[in-house]
């Protein structure tokens, strides 16, 4: 049952429906085992932004505050969206690429292991 | 001739269970909607013990002497400039979070006991909640006036109720109340009465009273005695209405033990404030969280949940992660409150060398390992002039609504994210146990107002974040948030105290 109600066939207004976004959809990214920040960051990003912007101006405004930041090699990182392996396209949209409102966009940096290479 | 006395048996039917009547002409489902439709069996109210014999004549007289007393503590701390006695500003934190945190609650409970205190059909079981109902009005009006007085000397307290309905962190309990409050009455005396009240309290009102105790906070403890009472009756309450619904059908019994599963998991998510409270906040500990939760939970819980399997009922579901993450939970979240000290209505600070030892050796298996580098880093941006405030705003989970910041057990260096699509759309959570809350109810999840969500449609003003902060949740900026290093509320506990 999708809801126990008072009336049948209740139905809840759903909050963060696309459209409510002004044009934009949500997107979080996250690094993975990079504790510094305490969860993955939720961005409004244009459905039409190329993977390449997102990288460019979006991961140091998320990131940019840790020491490895500048070390990352962008070529190699390994990607999952929504779970699942991605092989990100850099000059084609975020909506052509199947990152959806409120995708998740993880990234593992396996060569870099976080301050005192503990995961921070 | 004098009106003959009563006695206590029989003013006690007089104004409890004569209250009731019978329905003669009108449909008695009709005067209580709300029994039916969360699948529970009631075959006979009678059967209802109630927990507490009180009537409500002897109620309010027992009540007002007690409050005599408390507002007599109360005005005699204040006329002693009580707040000097705390040990250390850093305390007075933890006051503010239980203010905009827990006191609205409070209020909450008021509201949710009177409107069930209405609708169940038995007299019993509505005497009693009518009575729990007014407890809960009375502790967030003495907890007001508890804690009133530091808001005469410290910041952060001004807004705390209009916070309590906006701000980011405070969505978390706020939200806790609501779906419970938006449930129906059985469910809500599981959730609250029953999982909260009964299972749960002690790991709140514990920590929060003995931690006033042994850091110099008069008020708060005074609070704390004179609400033990009536904690007391509410706890009872909570058992009698499980074993009434388990006694009443074997039906109930799958119902009941999804609702413990549920409240047990958004009831310890709600409770990580109060870790980190007591491993962090109290510059005098009283015992670890982990402590805490092994001796309010793993023994008393475990003893409780024992006696209830007769019924069928079993421990609650994931209560095994729960006892890996109590070696977590506080570390991760007072590294987010840290790391957005500049949007909390309260002080964040690193923690003194002395309190990163005893950190290390209350969790021997997990601080050093996981914890410690965090500091390490803090500190050494700290020296640098770069105290670290984190960029940008974090990812919500939809049930719990903190942000996800819960770890792996298997993998502590990473969160733990799931997700699930339901019509279409995505929604994300910070463990299995929020995941499954929404997938038996999405319609009801659907609709969480997510703090970070409604601040990218426009619905918090902005677009800026101090915007925000200002104006939609009336922080005073430089004031109530930021480290306490710095802060107005250190520099004038320096000039009372004569510390240059």
Known sequence: MPVYALNPGYQGERMDRVENFHGNQVVYLGWDEHRMFCAAKAFPLPPSMPFAVLIENIMPEAFGQHPEFSQINWDTVEWLLDGEPFKPLADVSLADQEVGHKSLIRFKTPELKGYQGAGV | MAAKKLNIKDKYRLLTRDLDWDFS?????????????????????????????????????????????????????????????????RYVNAVKIFLTGVSPLEYQAYQGFAHVGRQFGGVGARVACQMQSLDELRHVQTQIHAMSHYNKFFDGFQEFSHMHDRVWYLSVPRSFFCDARSAGPFEFMIAIGFSFEYVLTNLLFVPFMSGAAYNGDMATVTFGFSAQSDEARHMTLGLEVIKFLLEQHEDNVPIVQKWIDKWFWRGTRLLTIVAMMMDYMLPNKVMSWKEAWEVYFEEAGGAL??????????????????????????????????????????????????????LSAQYPDTFDKYYRPLWDMAKEMEAKGERFY?????QLCQTCQIPMLFTEMDNPNQNSMRDTVYQGERYHFCSDGC??????????????????????????????????????????????????????????????????
């Open chain 2, 305 to 358: 949940f024992k006696d209830l399997a007769r019924y069928g009922i079993r421990m609650p579901k994931y209560a095994e992660t729960i006892e890996k993450e109590k070696e977590h939970i506080s570390h991760q979240a007072w590294w987010t409150f840290y790391t957005h000290g500049h949007a909390a209505g309260f002080h964040t600070w690193i923690p003194s060398d002395e309190e990163l030892d005893w």
């Open chain 2, 390 to 394: 984190t960029s940008g705003l974090p």
């Open chain 2, 25 to 89: 002409y009108e449909d008695r489902k009709q005067a209580f909607p709300y029994e039916e439709f969360e699948g529970i069996k009631i075959t006979d109210w009678n059967k209802w013990e109630d927990p507490f014999r009180l009537t409500m004549d002897s109620y309010w007289k027992y009540q007002a002497e007690k409050e005599k007393k408390l507002y007599a503590i109360l005005d005699a701390f204040s006329q002693n400039n009580g707040h000097l006695n705390v040990v250390d500003p």
């Open chain 2, 435 to 500: 995941c499954d809350i929404f997938n038996d109810e999405p319609e009801k999840f659907v609709q969480a107002w997510l703090p970070v969500h409604q601040i990218f449609q426009g619905n918090c003003g902005g677009p800026d974040v101090g915007d925000i902060l200002k104006d939609y949740y009336k922080m005073n900026i430089g004031h109530d948030n930021m480290d306490i290093k710095g802060s107005p509320d250190e520099a004038r506990w320096n000039k009372w105290k004569g510390i240059a």
